[in-house]
């Protein structure tokens, strides 16, 4: 028990774990990767893994602690979200209450795995009795939204990412809604990134697939290096989520890095996180007075 389980969901974009896997590897006790027994995507789309994706998982998995997890994960009657939940759902089972539950998506790529292990060893308190004081852990995204020739365009505001739990009653997603500690975690995210084709294909076979807005792809399609800071509200579904472009004259994650480092958007200063921690401690501890056992959706 509190081991540091990791989870991904094996999907199309499987050649992305080869990216987000790698960060995870050294400082994880295990690894999970959810992949539909039929191979169905939440919109009942078939896809393929090669198999040189699982020759690959061999060649990395030097300690022997990748497990991959088959289960039916495409329910006809839920919608994509629903499934999504669902899946997380039996998933964070699977890899065991008691532990550290992480899950990471195939597009996301932790900058310092080490130093975030290093955060939730400081709330392992928390696994003592996860049902009665359930938590999420929460770091923040880099998205990148668009790989030009030259380098690529970033979102100049940083969002937090959910990415581990001590109870998976999650209601949305990773959204459990409950208390929620801040720490200061990166990861860069690849979520909008792709070749237009890969683009809309994710679009057309995700969770959020009717929530995308009807301004998104043409604004995708339109940015470029010389029209980035004419562009704004570039969320793809409350756009105004994501108000502006910034641009990086590299492709390469470790030079990314410093270029992040220099930008005042996506600093977290140890007083913001101590009042955003303070805020959801007052909030949760006033609540807890009527704590009830977390009912999980019917769907589960």
């Known amino acids: 028990m509190k081991k540091i389980h990791v989870g991904f969901l094996l999907s199309f974009d499987y050649e992305k774990l080869k990216l987000s896997i790698p960060p995870v590897y050294q400082y994880s006790d295990r690894i999970f990767l959810a992949e539909d027994v039929n191979r169905n ?34 329910v006809p009657e839920l919608t994509g ?16 209450i008691g532990n550290w539950l ?23 308190n928390f696994l003592d009795q996860p049902l009665s004081y359930p938590i999420q852990i929460s770091g923040y995204h880099i998205d990148i939204y668009k790989y030009l020739e030259d380098g ?14 001590n109870y998976p009653n999650y209601k949305c997603a990773r959204q459990s809604r409950e208390r929620i500690i801040y720490v200061d975690s990166f990861t860069l995210h690849e979520s909008l990134s792709r070749t237009e084709e890969e683009l809309v294909y994710k679009l057309n076979n995700w969770s959020h697939k009717h929530d995308v807005n009807d301004t998104f792809l043409e ?10 800071k004419t562009i704004k509200d570039v969320f793809y579904m409350d756009a105004s989520q994501w108000k502006e472009l910034g641009y990086l004259p590299t492709k390469n994650f470790k030079e990314m890095q410093k270029y992040f480092d220099e930008d005042p958007n996506l600093q977290v200063t140890k007083t913001y996180l101590f009042f955003k921690n303070f805020g959801q401690w007052f909030k949760r501890t006033k609540v807890m007075k009527g704590f009830k056992k977390p009912k999980f959706e019917s769907y589960f």
Do not use: C, P
């Open 41 to 74: 995507t939440w919109a009942g789309n078939k896809f393929d893994v090669d198999d040189s994706f699982y020759d690959w998982l061999k060649e990395i998995d030097v300690d022997n602690k990748i497990e991959i997890f088959k289960e039916n994960f495409y």
């Open 152 to 165: 690529l365009l970033y979102v100049k505001n940083r969002s937090k990412v959910l990415l581990a739990t």
């Open 102 to 124: 992480i899950q990471v998506d195939s597009d996301e790529y932790f900058i310092d795995f080490k130093k975030f292990v290093k955060s939730l060893r400081k709330y392992d």
């Open 219 to 228: 604004k995708w399609k339109s940015a470029n290096k010389e029209n980035y």
């Open 81 to 96: 979200i629903q499934m999504d939940t669902r899946e997380r759902h039996m998933l964070s089972m699977h890899m065991g």
